[in-house]
């Protein structure tokens, strides 16, 4: 049914921005509670960490502490792409970055989550 694609990883120096994109394919039109889309990281060693969400009108959104006033999420449902724009960028960003659908927009831990795609990496060096 839903397959998600990343797109926009690379590597680039502290300071630094990138856009992700997150485009969908057999998405029908996101109106339920549970349409929330998200973006959710990963390094090495490390557990998943919640980056942004936003709900399926892009009413509500939630970003982790880590990333307030740095990045922003932002959807098209026109085009089903969800974007992750990341400025201001820091070592510590360095994950493999996953896109998610079909969950709650205040669920940071992408346990809600039903769909995946298979992550886009950022590498941020000092």
């Known amino acids: 049914q839903v397959q998600l694609v990343e797109f926009g990883g690379a590597s680039v120096q502290a300071g630094g921005s990138l856009r992700l994109s997150c485009v969908a394919s057999?998405?029908?039109?996101?109106?339920?509670?549970?349409?929330?889309m998200g973006w959710f990281r990963q390094a090495p060693g490390k557990e998943r960490e919640g980056v942004a969400t936003?709900?399926?009108?892009?009413?509500?959104?939630h970003y982790a502490d880590s990333v307030k006033g740095r990045f922003t999420i932002s959807r098209d449902n026109a085009k089903n792409t969800v974007y992750l724009q990341m400025n201001s960028l820091k070592p510590e960003d360095t994950a493999m970055y996953y896109c998610?659908?079909?969950?709650?927009?205040?669920?940071?831990?992408?346990?809600?989550?039903?769909?995946w795609g298979q992550g886009t990496q950022v590498t941020v060096s000092s």
């Open positions: 057999g998405y029908t039109a996101p109106i339920a509670s549970s349409d929330a």
């Open positions: 936003i709900d399926a009108v892009g009413g509500n959104t």
């Open positions: 998610a659908a079909g969950g709650y927009w205040y669920d940071d831990q992408g346990i809600s989550y039903n769909y």
